[in-house]
């Protein structure tokens, strides 16, 4: 039976790509296996066996050694798909992957399926205005799309350790900076509120968390506020380039709405927009408008929330 | 120092259109240089302006890819190379082997810069597979880049956290929108990027097989925004009014 193979040095998305994985594993009667580079994590759930690479300074944060790693276990054990999950590193184990083993790469799908023949998936591209469904022959690598599956958790099954020997580095880490928020906090967040070029002021950006506050929900921008204009940092910034959201509800203040930016929250369940310009795209993609002042707007929309929690 | 930029004529996703079947019109559709590339392009010329030497763009792509050069000719490249190729039978491997093997012709090169990714469809294989093909150190998602005689030190973007990375020249990289603000081009630059040397090569005098590309597209749907699109009227408390009740009853909020 063919192994389909999950590997993610970020622990929340090693156990989104295993549930893609699992997926594929039952379209093509393989078996899903768990593979972690350099050490084992027991919050990488695993629904069956585990495999750890393991060599001297072998880690996973270097996605050059990653890459160098599982291609030395590949080599041997030939599964039909590697998934790995599309983090900014994740893609450079994948590209590695794909060239040194001679097989083709899927990029960032956020939904898999597969024969016996081949893995076939789809990704959003054009900024979000198309779909394309894309196959590739196995043995293949294919990178599975942040936040497009829900994590597997389970545990158990067998762990075995596998020695791949000295892996080479070609550049060092000299300085790690943890950065102020963090992506995941977005990603997760039920409720986003987010500022645009219709801020005027920095200072303003207090009004609009303060509305994300009342709403229960976390500050996001797009891409000008973080940057160009350096406002908010760039793990605030929503859209095609920053971090791709989909909460209950996304308000977006003062945003016009470019194709990128809506690339990126185009999958939230209720989106709804605060914009003094009528024709800004933003009210095509969002359920609920207001065409309005936000200056004014905002704090009329806090005004209702204290009144109504009163 | 050789800097080779790599940039890709890309469909302009915003002039995009969806005929009445769902399909988009990619045959004909409005292209030019990636979004992206452009910091690319103007990341080799701040270097250049430092540190001297060359800038050499790179395209992979038909007959009109030409086009995506000239823009990067007119904000400042010395000259151009266009490997020649129907972007129907490429998939980002076999576009980073013919980018690799003009690189190889056309070099050496101290640094090879790219994009994070091409804006139509954004895939940001591309450049780590270039990396791995040509043998040399790669770091990806640099926001911030310093190039010594020797090596490049740059500061990485991850999900979580910043990175320093030091590498040895010759070295890939590539950059986030956020590094730099890319110049535009002047009227008499624009004119001036037609005179600009460009190299035409094609596959096989690269000497790359004519091997079929394994990612294959199987079929390609617009996306379909179903939104309700509704639009309150009234003063700003009626407005705020009704949308916190929508909010309320849609359930995204507790009523």
Request: charged share 25%; net charge neutral; aromatic share 4%.
């Amino acid at each position: 039976m063919s192994e389909v193979w999950a590997f993610s040095e970020s622990v929340g998305v090693a156990n989104e790509t295993v549930s893609a994985a699992k997926e594929a594993a039952v379209a093509c009667s393989g078996q899903a296996v768990v593979v972690e580079v350099g050490r084992v994590r027991s919050s990488v759930s695993s629904p069956g066996k585990k495999l750890v690479l393991l060599g001297p300074g072998l880690t996973d944060e270097s996605p050059e050694m990653a890459a160098e790693a599982l291609y030395l276990a590949a080599k041997e054990a030939k599964p039909a798909v590697i998934f790995v999950g599309a983090t900014r590193n994740g893609k450079e184990v994948a590209s590695r992957l794909a060239v040194k083993l001679g097989n083709g790469c899927l990029p960032d799908l956020s939904k898999v399926s597969a024969d016996r023949e081949m893995l076939v998936g789809e990704r959003s591209e054009y900024a979000g205005k198309v779909m394309t469904k894309l196959s590739c022959p196995f043995p293949c690598v294919a990178a599975i799309k942040v936040g497009a599956y829900p994590a597997f958790s389970g545990s158990g099954g067998v762990v075995l350790e596998k020695e791949v020997g000295t892996v080479a580095r070609s550049s060092k880490i000299v300085a790690l900076t943890k950065k102020e928020a963090s992506t995941v906090d977005l990603r997760a967040a039920k409720v986003i509120v987010s500022a645009g070029r219709g801020v005027k002021k920095k200072e303003d950006l207090e009004m609009v968390g303060a509305l994300a506050k009342a709403l229960g929900g976390a500050l996001g921008c797009s891409r000008p506020l973080a940057s160009d204009l350096g406002w908010l940092p760039e793990e605030c910034h929503i859209g095609l380039t920053g971090v791709n959201v989909k909460p209950e509800l996304y308000l977006a203040v003062g945003i016009s709405g470019q194709l990128q930016h809506v690339a990126g929250i185009k999958d939230s369940k209720l989106i709804a927009a605060i914009n003094t310009d009528k024709d800004a795209p933003i009210f095509q993609a969002a359920d609920y408008g207001i065409v309005g002042d936000l200056y004014q707007v905002v704090p009329a929309i806090q005004k209702v929330l204290t009144s109504r929690h009163r | 120092m050789r800097f080779a930029v790599c940039v890709k004529h890309a469909v302009d996703e915003s002039e995009l259109k969806i005929d009445s079947s769902g399909k988009p019109q990619l045959e004909g559709a409005l292209a030019r240089m990636g979004t992206f590339d452009k910091n690319a392009v103007e990341e080799a010329l701040r270097l250049r302006t430092a540190l001297g030497g060359e800038v050499v763009a790179i395209t992979v792509g038909k007959a009109e890819a030409r086009k995506s050069l000239k823009e990067a000719l007119a904000m400042g490249a010395d000259r151009g190379v266009h490997v020649l190729a129907d972007p129907g039978t490429l998939d980002p491997s076999r576009t980073s082997e013919l980018l690799a093997a003009a690189i190889t012709r056309t070099g050496p090169f101290d640094l090879v810069i790219c994009s994070e990714g091409s804006s139509d469809t954004y895939t940001g294989l591309v450049p780590p597979m270039l990396a791995e093909r040509l043998g040399i150190p790669y770091i990806g998602y640099v926001r911030k880049l310093e190039v010594a005689a020797q090596t490049v030190r740059a500061e990485r973007s991850l999900e979580e956290s910043l990175e320093s990375v030091e590498s040895s020249l010759p070295s890939a990289v590539s950059v986030v929108s956020e590094i730099n603000e890319p110049r535009y081009p002047t009227l008499i630059q624009i004119m001036q990027a037609s005179k600009k040397p460009v190299e035409e090569l094609t596959r096989q005098q690269l000497g790359v097989g004519d091997v079929q590309a394994s990612v294959r597209i199987v079929s390609m749907t617009a996306q379909a925004m179903n939104r309700k699109r509704v639009v309150f009227e009234g003063s700003p408390d009626e407005a705020a009014s009704k949308l916190v009740d929508a909010f309320a009853s849609e359930g995204v909020i507790p009523k």
